[in-house]
């Protein structure tokens, strides 16, 4: 079996196995916190926390219209949480 094969297919394995935990977690959290509050953070967050791995780890640079709409995304996580 050819290296990129099998790496593709335990990347795939890796990445269905930590989809289906997420999965099963964010059902697990509904019971405890409700879907208006949950949904809107887990898909915001997942692309927050894109951006901020970006700048840290990448070092990309970014125009001030999308370092703004990164900070407007995080406040409305943030009252999405308060209210």
């Known amino acids: 079996m050819k290296v990129a094969v099998k790496n593709g297919i335990m990347f795939g394995l890796a ?8 999965n099963y977690l964010s059902l697990v959290i509904y019971n405890f916190v409700p879907i ?3 949904s809107p ?3 915001g967050g997942g692309l927050i926390l894109s951006f901020v791995i970006s700048v840290a780890l990448y070092k990309e640079s970014f125009s001030v219209r999308q370092i703004v709409a990164a900070i407007v995304g995080i406040i409305a996580l943030v009252l999405f949480k308060i209210a």
């Open 36 to 38: 208006s509050v949950v």
């Open 15 to 22: 990445a269905g196995a930590f989809n289906g935990a997420s």
């Open 41 to 43: 953070v887990t898909t």
